[in-house]
């Protein structure tokens, strides 16, 4: 059974820094989303990404945050300058057109800023 | 604004007892509602959607509009069962983003 996958598994940066986490869809999906989970709290909806432009995004996804498909398998969430605060897990996921509204979740990656 | 609220952090029942995981939303359009679940060191994955009214390892979940609720239930509690349980709220306008509860963990006790 085809899954998201996610890499890496775990990524340790220094503030100010900038991180690219990467996202494998599922091969016929056609809506991307990011989340995160600060360790302890709930997970939280960062961007929504359909027809290769954001279509919703949070609070939390300010100017240091962006996304990308740049070759039509990966899907990336680029962190331009990472603080301390943006220590979290982040889970991708993908839902197919007709879906009606179940996404599809990778594992994680576990970002540490220092 | 769309809020989940899971009450409970921590439920601890013993294998066989009955389950019932609480959830109450706070919506102003048509709900759709799911519960996901992520056992040990596994993904997030979706258990069972309200629209489908089905069962999924013997767990059901009801909506009930009236009181805003989505309670997730099961008769007799298995070792297996041991996970984090997210309610979730999808959003059935734009993009549907989910909204998540804080999850309650679920510990069967054997």
């Known amino acids: 059974e085809p899954e998201v996958t996610q890499t890496p598994s775990h990524q340790v940066t220094q503030m100010g820094q900038e991180v690219i986490l990467r996202c494998v869809p599922i091969?016929?999906?056609?809506?991307f989303y990011w989340y995160r989970q600060i360790l302890g709290q709930k997970v939280e909806f960062l961007v929504s990404?359909?027809?290769?432009?954001?279509?919703?995004k949070s609070e939390i996804f300010d100017d240091q945050f962006s996304v990308e498909r740049p070759d039509g398998s990966n899907f990336t969430l680029k962190i331009r300058s990472t603080k301390l605060e943006d220590s979290a897990m982040y889970f991708c996921a993908s839902r197919p057109l007709s879906s009606y509204n179940e996404q599809f979740f990778g594992p994680g990656t576990r970002l540490t800023v220092l | 604004a769309q809020r989940v609220t899971q009450p409970e952090k921590l439920l601890s029942v013993f294998k066989g007892a009955p389950v019932e995981l609480k959830c109450n939303y706070s919506y102003s359009g048509s709900p759709e509602l799911f519960w996901y679940v992520q056992y040990s060191r596994q993904r997030l994955q979706l258990l069972l959607r309200h629209i489908s009214r089905e069962s999924i390892k013997g767990f059901t979940a009801d909506l009930n509009k009236g009181e805003t609720s989505f309670h997730l239930k099961k008769p007799f509690a298995q070792e297996e069962d041991s996970a984090m349980y997210y309610c979730a709220l999808g959003d059935s306008g734009g993009y549907q983003k989910v909204t998540f509860g804080t999850g309650t963990k679920l510990q069967v006790i054997p």
């Open positions: 091969s016929n999906h056609l809506y």
């Open positions: 990404f359909y027809n290769n432009e954001i279509s919703e």
